[in-house]
RNA sequence: GCCCCCGUAGCUCAACUGGACAGAGCAUCUGCCUUCUAAGCAGAGGGUAGCAGGUUCGAGUCCUGCCGGGGGUACCA
């Protein structure tokens, strides 16, 4: 793992300084604790206030083991810290600060100036890789819509946050597999089969075919509530289905045919990618071995005409591997699904991005898995308990109100898309008429303001998708942060030079350049905590800080209250400020790509 | 009933998993375009952190109990 050396130095010559003030303690106490690089290292804060410090030690902790009172330490400390690089003729990278209970670091920003800016306008969007992943195995499942029924908002956030994992973990030189699982199988089938039958024909899917299926099953499950012979006769239509009863197989294949065309659609609209599209249909014949082995194991039972298992746990119910009908559920696919990945893969870890909402149904999964490799008593490297992980988000709901497919309670994502789109081409009109590509641009704003609204909160909160939220271009939203990506490449246009020439960082003396250069310093250490969350919202807020940052920069007014301009008659200072330009624009074009957005040149 | 998750500004959300005076955006109000994109920037107002206890040098963050909301709870996926 890479280390910051601002940090490494701040350690050791705290440290040094600890061992200076607290020779008796030290000595009982040995090279642990504070008297050691890195537990310091591993203790270091940042600041609430950037203005605080780059980094801070806070040493309340500490105050029982020195047998000092918390400010005294820390006033202690820095003036020694400080005299222990004179002493050793290092050339100090920080100065320390004591602030109450806290030792505060300021790096020497000439030296992060240069360090940084170098490093991005050198390594262009390779910035900010790693090295972690390398031969790491990972596999993302996401999106996974359902066969015959509409793409909704619903779908929408496991697409976006799986795609952009996709791309972070790919950064850090993971070998990702994104996975899309359509659910093209399953008791559903039985009742749109029934529905078509009952009240369809061929010329019903003939214009929009995904809103007549969507209106079937609708229809089915409003006349069930009170027709109890529908839904036995589905389940009976699923078994002629699974059977490979050739007419219901065909009927099937067109409502699967009929969905994949709007699903790649919707795909290449959003930009989404997969490297993998296997659906759920495709484990039908990999169930049985699965139930001989789980049965081989020890683990099954018959309970009220059902084939289950019953779980470790006493909170989780028994999971159904089998109806009392002989029919097979979802959960006996997904069991097939993971033990083929499994044994396809040997992956170090694999991810599913799935709702919340499912997460005791993860647990059922994935306990039946434990029991049997605990059962098989596997060697730990043949086992994958442990491997497989629900990266769940919170539930969205749309204008307040709870979604339902039943009961046709949903927001078309075409028809979201499609009005965002045209909101971006009425803005671009509107703001500059003069443009050429409005249709490609207007798509990529619209595309872009509607991801990020599943981006910009943590993956486990609810959304609450609201129109006036989603179109809103304003503030902390994607055509924000595209809006100043085009106005960096703007400025890029404008002043046309290589990049390659000496700069003079020392020139960016002005306080909201300095946070500028800490933020994309910043840039690698948000990616790593992304994947270590499982989450992209640590990079779109990040790059809303960036973006905010920068522009402060680009409006920033002198004392006479003009704006001081990037490009100006001062030539060595326009360098070093296009240096500054090109650098931000780097970030946040690879900010934007992890995140799924497209980032215009103009807009 | 039982099991998870959540309650922070009018609204939508942050706060580096226990640290510094709780921060942004939207909405409202006030400024800023005679050449670098105003989808922007500066500023103002707006807070008893659901309530009550507890642990700690230190709590929005951890524990307990209430109150309120959401989700799940074997033959859906």
Redesign the pocket.
């Known amino acids: 793992m890479h280390k910051d050396k601002f940090k490494e130095q701040f350690a050791r010559a705290t440290a040094a300084a600890f061992r200076k003030i607290y020779p008796d303690i030290f000595v009982t106490v040995g090279d642990s604790r504070v008297f050691n690089e890195n537990f310091i290292y591993e203790n270091l804060?940042?600041?609430?206030?950037p203005?605080?410090?780059r980094?801070?030690?806070?040493?309340?902790?500490f105050?029982?083991l020195l047998k000092d009172k918390?400010p005294l330490i820390a006033s202690n400390i820095a003036p020694a810290a400080m005299w222990f690089f004179e002493e050793n003729n290092i050339e100090p990278l920080i100065s320390i600060h004591a602030?109450?209970?806290?030792?505060?670091a300021k790096t020497d920003f000439k030296i992060l100036a240069k360090d940084t800016l170098q490093t991005v306008l050198t390594k262009g969007d390779k910035f900010g890789n790693s090295d972690i992943g390398r031969n790491r195995k990972l596999l993302v499942e996401y999106s996974?819509p359902?066969i015959a029924k509409p793409f909704g908002i619903g779908h929408l956030r496991s697409t976006v946050i799986g795609h952009s994992l996709r791309r972070i973990f790919k950064k850090l030189d993971y070998d990702v597999v994104g996975i899309n699982y359509p659910?093209?199988?399953?008791?559903?089938?039985?009742?749109m089969i029934v529905a078509y039958h009952r009240w369809g024909n061929k010329d019903t899917l003939e214009n929009e075919p995904v809103k007549k299926l969507l209106e079937l099953y609708v229809r089915f499950h409003t006349e069930a509530e009170h027709d109890d012979d529908l839904?036995e006769e589905?389940?009976k239509a699923?078994r002629k289905l699974e059977n490979g009863d050739p007419e219901t197989v065909s009927l099937w294949e067109h409502f699967k045919a009929i969905s994949n065309e709007e699903f790649n659609l919707v795909y290449s609209t959003l930009g989404i990618e997969f490297d993998e599209v296997i659906g759920?249909s495709f484990f039908n014949d990999k169930m049985e071995a699965v139930i001989e082995r789980l049965e081989k194991a020890g683990l099954t039972a018959v309970?009220?005409?059902?084939l289950?298992v019953k779980l470790n746990d006493p909170?989780?119910?028994?999971?159904?591997l089998?109806?009392?009908?002989g029919?097979?559920?979802?959960?006996t696919?997904d069991l097939a699904g993971l033990i083929y990945r499994w044994e396809k893969y040997r992956f170090y870890e694999s991810l599913y991005v799935?709702?919340?909402?499912?997460?005791?149904?993860f647990k059922?999964a994935l306990g039946v898995i434990e029991m049997m490799e605990e059962a098989e008593q596997l060697s730990p490297e043949a086992r994958m308990t442990g491997r497989v992980k629900h990266i769940d988000f919170?539930?969205v709901?749309f204008e307040?109100k709870?979604m339902s497919t039943?009961r046709g309670k949903l927001v078309f994502l075409k028809d979201v898309i499609d009005q965002a789109v045209t909101?971006?081409r009425k803005?671009?009109k509107?703001?500059?008429p003069d443009?050429k590509a409005v249709e490609e641009?207007?798509r990529m704003?619209g595309v872009g303001?509607v991801m990020y609204s599943q981006l910009?909160?943590?993956?486990?909160?609810?959304?609450?998708f609201?129109w006036?939220?989603v179109l809103?271009?304003?503030?902390?939203?994607g055509?924000?942060l595209?809006?100043?990506h085009?106005?960096l490449?703007?400025?890029l246009?404008?002043?046309n030079d290589d990049g390659r020439r000496l700069v003079d960082y020392s020139l960016l003396d002005k306080e909201?350049e300095h946070r500028v250069v800490e933020l994309l310093a910043d840039f690698p250490e948000t990616v790593t905590?992304a994947a270590r969350?499982y989450d992209p919202?640590?990079v779109a807020?990040y790059l809303?800080?960036l973006?905010?940052a920068f522009?402060?920069v680009?409006?920033?007014?002198d004392e006479a209250?003009r704006?001081?301009?990037?490009?100006s008659a001062d030539k060595e200072l326009s360098w070093a400020?296009i240096a500054l330009?090109r650098a931000v624009q780097t970030v946040l074009k690879e900010g934007l790509y992890l995140l799924g957005l497209k980032a215009?040149?103009?807009?």
């Open positions: 804060e940042t600041p609430r206030d203005k605080m410090g980094f801070a030690l806070p040493v309340f902790k105050a029982l918390p602030a109450g209970g806290f030792l505060n996974s359902n659910g093209d199988w399953g008791t559903q089938f039985g009742k839904n589905a389940r699923f759920e309970s009220q005409g059902a289950v909170n989780l119910p028994p999971c159904l089998k109806k009392s009908d029919a097979t559920l979802y959960v696919r799935v709702g919340t909402a499912q997460s005791d149904y059922q919170g539930w709901k307040g709870s039943r909101l971006a803005k671009i509107e703001k500059n443009l641009t207007a704003i303001a910009s909160v943590r993956r486990q909160k609810d959304i609450n609201i006036d939220e809103n271009f304003e503030g902390e939203t055509p924000y595209q809006y100043t085009a106005r490449c703007s400025l246009r404008i002043y909201e905590e969350l919202y640590p807020s809303i800080r973006a905010g522009n402060r680009y409006q920033r007014k209250g704006i001081d301009k990037i490009i400020r330009v215009p040149e103009e807009m």
